[in-house]
């Protein structure tokens, strides 16, 4: 069975830089992508990551800030998350998509889920 575990999550102030992780077991996903979920409100797409051409997209309220990368060995995900704000605090999950995604932000496009890993920034 496919699965992908995040982590790399935390507490930190804003400013400041997370690196989270998720471990894909090298399987060859068509895209994968990270999403957040902030109390209260509809899972949003972060970032995501086309494995024909290792092409990137992040939402506008990411970009610059944000990196979305893959190993050489394509076992693992990273997203590298810098100057982070109180409105990054979310819980972030990895998601894989094994066919082609039309809406690269519409969740219920992707196949497998982590489990989440928790992001916490104060000011």
């Known amino acids: 069975q496919q699965q992908l575990a995040e982590s790399g999550g935390g507490s930190v102030q804003a400013g400041g830089s997370l690196r989270l992780s998720c471990l894909t077991s090298?399987?060859?996903?068509?895209?994968m992508a990270w999403f957040r979920q902030a109390v209260g409100k509809d899972k949003e797409g972060v970032a995501v990551?086309?494995?024909?051409?290792?092409?990137?997209i992040y939402a506008d309220a990411v970009k610059g800030r944000f990196t979305i990368a893959q190993d050489s060995d394509k076992t693992t995900l990273f997203l590298q998350m810098n100057r982070l704000k109180p409105e990054d605090t979310a819980m972030y999950y990895c998601?894989?998509?094994?066919?082609?995604?039309?809406?690269?932000?519409?969740?219920?496009?992707?196949?497998?889920w982590g489990q989440g890993t928790q992001v916490t920034v104060s000011s």
């Open positions: 998601a894989a998509a094994t066919s082609d995604v039309g809406n690269w932000r519409r969740a219920d496009y992707y196949d497998v």
């Open positions: 090298g399987y060859a996903y068509r895209q």
């Open positions: 990551l086309y494995a024909v051409d290792a092409g990137t």
